[in-house]
C-alpha cells in the first residue's frame, strides 16, 4: 500500500517523521510530563518520549487520570499532554465536563484514531464515531490532522491557543498521517 | 492492620486535625463530595482545591500537583467510594514513587452522599490491603486520632509517598463548598504561587 510505504520512509527520515514533529512540538512548548494510554500507532512517539530526559514519560491505568495528572500539573506551574486512543476518549465524557472544562484547564489530548480507513474491528469503528460528537457536544476545539505538512502548524498553533485561552484541545491523529493500525493477523 | 480494631472517627474533626498540622503552604485536593464539604468546613487556606465533579480523581490530580512542585507536600482527601473508581492510579502512585504526596482515604462504606447505600467494597475489602498490594508500601489504618496525627507527621517526615485511611462515621459534611470552579483554580494557583492576581 503507497500509504503505509509513505508511512515507514517518514518514520526512517527522524525528526520529519509525524512523531518527531510532535516530540518537537511539545518540547518547544515546554510541555514535559506524558502521561499515556498506549496504542500500537502511538508506539514510536512513546518510545522516543521515554528516551529524552526532558520529558517525564509514563503509563496510566486509565486515561481519567491522566487526565486528571496533568490538571493537577498546570495548577501547579507544569505543562502537560495526554496520550490516547478513540477507545479511551471515550471513556472521558464525565472527566471533560467536571474538570477540564469548567475549571478552564488547557487540557492537550493527542488522539490516534481507531476506527477509520481501514478499521478491522467493528468496536472500534463504533466507539470512534462517539468522538467527534462528544467533542461538539462540548464545543472543545478538536482538529483532524490528515497531513505531515500541516502537523506542527496546527499542533503549535492548538497548543497555544490551549494555553491562552485556558480551554482543552483535542488533537485526532488520523491514519493518512499515521498509517493507522491495519489487519495484520 | 485489620479494620476492625481501629476507631470510628468524624470525618470533619480529622479534616480539622490535618489542617492544623499545615505550616508549610501544602496544598490539599479535596474529592468529590463531603470530602472536600468538611475540608472546606475546617476553614478554606490558598492551597486547598475542591472538585465538584470528576469522582476519583483527587489522588491523580494530587500526584499531578506533587510532580509539578515536588518541594511542596501534597495531600489528597478521598473517600471510600471514590477510590473504588480509581484504584489503578494506586499502581500508577507507587511506580512513580513521589515524595510529597499523602494521601487521606476517609472509608465509611457508605455512599453517604446519595443516600448512605453500602459500597461494593464494604465488609469485604480493606483499602489498605489493597494499597499496599498496588505497591505503596507505606500505607496503613489508623487506629484512632492520635494515632492518625502520628502517621501524619511520619508522612511528612519521608520521602516516600504515603496512604493514611480511616475509619470515619456516616455523618454528611458540615459545609458546602462555594461551587465556583474558575475561582476555585485560580485562587488554588495563587495559593501555590504559580500567579499573582490581576
Same mark, same amino acid.
Given at each position: ?63 481519567? &487520570?491522566?487526565?486528571?495528572?496533568? =490538571?493537577? *500539573?498546570?495548577?501547579?506551574?507544569? #505543562? ?73 502548524? %496546527?499542533?503549535? #498553533? ?28 | ?18 489542617? *492544623? ?27 486547598? !482545591? ?9 489522588? @491523580?490530580? *494530587? +500526584?499531578?500537583? /506533587?510532580?509539578?512542585? @515536588? ?10 467510594? =471514590? ?6 492510579? +494506586?499502581?500508577? %502512585? ?34 489498605? /490491603? ?14 484512632? &486520632? ?31 463548598? #462555594? ?8 485562587? !488554588? ?5 504559580? #500567579?499573582?492576581?490581576?
Amino acid at each position: 500500500m503507497a500509504g503505509a510505504e509513505q508511512h515507514s520512509s517518514m518514520q526512517a527520515s527522524g525528526d520529519k517523521s509525524w512523531h518527531g514533529i510532535v516530540l518537537q512540538t511539545l518540547k518547544r512548548n515546554e510541555i514535559s510530563l506524558i502521561p499515556y494510554v498506549p496504542d500500537r500507532v502511538l508506539t514510536p512517539l512513546i518510545k522516543n518520549l521515554h528516551a529524552d530526559p526532558f520529558f517525564t514519560t509514563f503509563a496510566t491505568a486509565r486515561e481519567e &487520570e491522566a487526565v486528571g495528572i496533568v =490538571s493537577g *500539573a498546570w495548577m501547579g506551574g507544569r #505543562r502537560g499532554a495526554v496520550l490516547m486512543q478513540t477507545s479511551g476518549f471515550a471513556t472521558l465524557a464525565n472527566t471533560l465536563a467536571s474538570l477540564a472544562v469548567p475549571y478552564q484547564i488547557p487540557l492537550i489530548m493527542f488522539v490516534s484514531e481507531r476506527g477509520t480507513l481501514g478499521e478491522f474491528n467493528y468496536g472500534q469503528s463504533l466507539v470512534c464515531r462517539t468522538m467527534r460528537p462528544v467533542l461538539d457536544s462540548l464545543a472543545l476545539e478538536h482538529h483532524t490532522i490528515t497531513r505531515l505538512d500541516e502537523l506542527e502548524f %496546527i499542533a503549535d #498553533r492548538s497548543i497555544k491557543q490551549a494555553v491562552t485561552t485556558q480551554a482543552p484541545v483535542a488533537l485526532i491523529l488520523n491514519p493518512l498521517l499515521t498509517g493507522g493500525k491495519v489487519f495484520d493477523k | 492492620m485489620d479494620t476492625r480494631n481501629t476507631k470510628v472517627m468524624n470525618r470533619f474533626d480529622i479534616t480539622s486535625r490535618l489542617i *492544623a498540622k499545615l505550616k508549610h503552604e501544602e496544598a490539599v485536593i479535596g474529592g468529590i463530595g463531603n470530602t472536600n464539604f468538611d475540608l472546606w468546613a475546617a476553614g478554606h487556606r490558598p492551597q486547598n !482545591f475542591y472538585m465538584l465533579g470528576s469522582m476519583g480523581l483527587a489522588f @491523580p490530580i *494530587a +500526584l499531578g500537583v /506533587a510532580l509539578a512542585q @515536588p518541594d511542596r507536600r501534597v495531600f489528597a482527601l478521598e473517600g471510600d467510594g =471514590s477510590l473504588l473508581m480509581q484504584l489503578g492510579t +494506586l499502581s500508577t %502512585i507507587a511506580a512513580l514513587k513521589p515524595k510529597n504526596l499523602i494521601m487521606i482515604v476517609m472509608d465509611n462504606g457508605i455512599y453517604q452522599i446519595t443516600g448512605a447505600q453500602p459500597t461494593p467494597a464494604a465488609g469485604v475489602a480493606d483499602l489498605v /490491603a489493597i494499597a499496599l498490594g498496588s505497591g505503596l508500601t507505606n500505607s496503613a489504618w489508623a487506629a484512632d &486520632e492520635e494515632d492518625f496525627e502520628r502517621l501524619v507527621d511520619q508522612a511528612m517526615s519521608v520521602d516516600a509517598p504515603s496512604l493514611i485511611a480511616l475509619r470515619i462515621d456516616d455523618k454528611p459534611g458540615v459545609g458546602t463548598t #462555594r461551587r465556583d470552579p474558575v475561582q476555585i483554580r485560580e485562587r !488554588f494557583m495563587h495559593g501555590l504561587g504559580v #500567579r499573582e492576581p490581576l
